[in-house]
């Protein structure tokens, strides 16, 4: 069963990510063309927004967020900011990932 997300929290969830990308990403050990290759948009569109010049889409966030969190260290790290939160567990069964 899919869990809903208020559009408030969506658009919060996609700014924190987004101030965070470039973290998160480097924390990976990835370049901007690595990650957009693995996620499947261009290098471009990662840089704008990590340089906040474009706005991350629900989409966006979803497909990062499950990349993401198979590495328990970032996952860990998406936790303490609070990109990983119960609502987001439940919506992208995130608890199954990396077991």
Not at 25 to 39: F, N
Not at 46 to 53: M, R
Not at 54 to 61: A, G, K
Request: overall charge negative.
């Amino acid at each position: 069963m899919a869990h809903w997300i208020p559009i408030e929290e969506k658009q919060e969830l996609c700014r924190k990510l987004a101030s965070n990308l470039s973290t998160l990403r480097e924390k990976a050990r990835l370049t901007q063309d690595e990650l957009a290759e693995r996620i499947g948009l261009s290098r471009q569109t990662i840089s704008a927004i990590e340089n906040e010049k474009r706005e991350m889409y629900w989409s966006t966030f979803s497909v990062l967020i499950m990349f993401f969190a198979t590495n328990d260290e970032i996952k860990q790290i998406m936790q303490v900011i609070g990109l990983i939160n119960g609502d987001i567990e439940k919506a992208f069964s995130i608890e199954e990932l990396g077991a």
